[in-house]
């Protein structure tokens, strides 16, 4: 019911900046909790960011202080703005939603259904 399309990685030095986008599909889109994963190689795949439909949103500590998740409904888009990049950053970043139905802790990769194919983030240092 929900298709989710990742753009916006690169490569950057430590210290800069990206701007991740998800497009996603559906009218059911501002309904949806939004979230953010990450997965290094060799790494388990790693919650970043999420926000509900209500507007709440959570942040991994490693991240709330350099990391902005947003979302336009209007656009059925989800942003994730991340400064001050380090290279421990550096991941392939998923986009995942859950529907209205889904209840408790945003963090739970297992709690999403839907996810996007990934965008690459790379930090050298």
């Known amino acids: 019911q929900v298709q989710l399309v990742e753009s916006g990685g690169g490569l950057v030095q430590a210290g800069g900046s990206l701007r991740l986008s998800c497009a996603a599909s559906g009218r059911t889109f501002s309904r949806y909790t939004m979230g953010w994963f990450r997965q290094a190689p060799g790494k388990e795949r790693e919650f970043v960011a999420s926000?509900?439909?209500?507007?709440?949103?959570n942040y991994r500590d490693s991240v709330k202080d350099r990391f902005t998740i947003s979302r336009d409904n209007a656009k059925n888009t989800l942003y994730l703005q991340m400064n001050s990049l380090k290279p421990e950053d550096t991941a392939v970043y998923y986009c995942?939603?859950?529907?209205?139905?889904?209840?408790?802790?945003?963090?739970?990769?297992?709690?999403?259904?839907?996810w996007g194919q990934g965008t690459q983030v790379t930090v050298s240092s």
């Open positions: 995942a939603a859950r529907g209205p139905t889904s209840i408790g802790r945003t963090d739970a990769p297992e709690t999403y259904p839907y």
């Open positions: 926000v509900r439909w209500s507007g709440g949103i």
